[in-house]
């Protein structure tokens, strides 16, 4: 049973730490996806890999935050200094170019205090 | 940009009634939409992904439908059960890969 793989599930930070949320998409997937849900605003694409190179990161606050696929079995995000308004679920898809279907994570819940 | 609205934001129906749960979007230039389901705690389960030549997909007892020119799809569930309480979220893709509306929280009374 293939599954897209988060860790950690949840976090707990102070303010000004370094956050580093890790994913391991489906194997044979080419397309990676992250996103965060916060009430407010709901779902947003944060950033995107295809072939593990970025193709769109636009969502991102790219003062604090990172986006890295250092192999195809690994997506990175990393928050650099963490703020309480960073506090949401993270979410990483995965999925194969062409298909468009997306296989979602279980999320990491990320607390910044 | 693309936007994507749910209506309602929030539903409570007794075990047994069909319902319709909308979602509109604002540019009909998208490549597909796919409604999901997700229960409190959790990822998103893909439930039916329409493409855009397509006018319907069903899968058991859910049936969505795609209006491309008006922007607008239904997700239809025959004989709810407790256990399709969650919420559902649709997403349209097109020159971004997905964009989510906000859901719908449907909660089945027992």
């Known amino acids: 049973d293939a599954r897209v793989t988060q860790t950690p599930r949840h976090k707990v930070t102070e303010m000004g730490q370094e956050v580093t949320m890790r994913c391991q998409p489906i194997?044979?997937?080419?397309?990676v996806f992250w996103y965060r849900q916060t009430m407010m605003q709901g779902l947003e694409l944060l950033a995107y890999?295809?072939?593990?190179?970025?193709?769109?990161d636009s969502g991102m606050p790219k003062d604090r935050f990172s986006a890295e696929m250092p192999d195809a079995t690994l997506a990175t995000l990393k928050i650099q200094p963490s703020e309480p308004r960073d506090s949401a679920v993270y979410f990483c898809?995965?999925?194969?170019?062409?298909?468009?279907?997306?296989?979602f994570g279980p999320g990491t819940r990320l607390t910044v205090t | 940009k693309q936007e994507v609205t749910q209506i309602p934001a929030a539903l409570s129906v007794p075990e047994g009634e069909n319902l319709v749960l909308n979602c509109s979007f604002t540019?009909?230039?998208?490549?597909?939409l796919q409604w999901f389901r997700q229960d409190p705690g959790k990822g998103l389960t893909s439930l039916l992904l329409?493409?855009?030549?397509?006018r319907e997909q069903t899968s058991g007892r859910l049936n969505a439908s795609l209006d491309k020119s008006s922007g607008r799809s239904t997700l239809y569930i025959a004989a709810s059960q407790p256990g399709d309480s969650a919420t559902y979220l649709c997403?349209?893709?097109?020159?971004?890969?997905?964009?989510f509306g906000k859901g719908t929280r449907l909660s089945v009374i027992a």
């Open positions: 540019d009909s230039a998208i490549y597909n």
């Open positions: 194997l044979g997937h080419n397309t």
């Open positions: 997403a349209v893709s097109g020159n971004t890969p997905l964009v």
């Open positions: 890999f295809r072939n593990r190179a970025p193709l769109d």
């Open positions: 329409i493409q855009s030549s397509q």
């Open positions: 898809a995965s999925g194969w170019e062409g298909t468009y279907e997306q296989y």
